[in-house]
């Protein structure tokens, strides 16, 4: 039988503040077999009117000392995005 590399946890937080006009999200997941794991906690900002949000976040990932994962934990990002939600 072959171990599986995708056997994950996964958490999710989403905080909805000031009637849904600040949120701030965190996403993060652990992969047991092969010991990577990413965070990436942002912040959400709804511009005036119904449909633009600016958001900005910093994206990390890491894992044990193996040749892939360590090329894998040096791609950790900063980003800033606007979005128009229809």
């Known amino acids: 039988v072959k171990e599986s590399v995708s056997d994950n946890i996964t958490l999710w937080f989403k905080q909805d503040m000031f009637h849904?006009?600040?949120?701030?999200?965190?996403?993060?997941?652990y992969y047991f077999n092969?010991?990577?794991?990413?965070?990436?906690?942002?912040?959400g900002y709804s511009l005036p009117g119904k449909h633009w949000r600016i958001e900005g976040g910093?994206?990390?990932?890491?894992?044990?000392?193996?040749?892939?994962?360590?090329?894998s934990s040096h791609n950790d990002a900063a980003f800033f995005r606007i979005r128009y939600e229809f």
């Open 20 to 29: 849904n006009k600040i949120v701030l999200v965190f996403i993060g997941n």
């Open 34 to 43: 092969c010991g990577r794991w990413q965070a990436i906690p942002s912040i």
């Open 58 to 71: 910093y994206a990390m990932y890491g894992g044990k000392d193996d040749p892939y994962i360590t090329y």
